[in-house]
């Protein structure tokens, strides 16, 4: 099983001041993402759609923002920072959970400097990303 915490579902990355731009901005969500595996597995995330968009029509690039995992207490998962795509990209793998639920804290991150974000016209840019549990 594979849950998002209802506070990580609506992941939200501000910009607000040049700094922001000029040295990026990440937002942490704490147990953001559950797993209980009575098998190896694989986790895998995709974007639903090929760009971020605004209610505008304006995009934005999907790998303009980054997703880490971190393995939470005794979860002994390995993780594989991404830059967002719309292909499957593997984001974890990790060992039976033996029943129990483990935890990992997401990070989304904006890149340092990014001209797609310095260039990019000041609005609200959405997209959906579907996580997915595979057997290993």
Do not use: H
Not at 19 to 27: E, I, K, R
Not at 79 to 101: D, M
């Amino acid at each position: 099983a594979i849950k998002v915490a209802s506070n990580a579902v609506n992941g939200l990355l501000e910009l607000k001041t040049k700094q922001d731009y000029l040295q990026g901005v990440s937002v942490k969500y704490s147990n953001g993402l559950m797993v209980s595996a009575n098998t190896n597995y694989q986790l895998k995330v995709t974007a639903l759609q090929p760009n971020f968009t605004s209610a505008t029509g304006s995009t934005l690039p999907l790998n303009t923002v980054n997703l880490s995992l971190i393995p939470v207490s005794a979860n002994q998962a390995s993780v594989f920072p991404v830059a967002l795509s719309a292909n499957a990209q593997k984001i974890a793998s990790g060992p039976s959970t033996q029943s129990t639920q483990v935890y990992f804290d997401m990070v989304y991150a904006t890149k340092v400097n990014d001209p797609n974000l310095i260039n990019a016209k000041p609005e609200q840019y959405t997209t959906t990303l579907q996580y997915e549990i595979v057997p290993q």
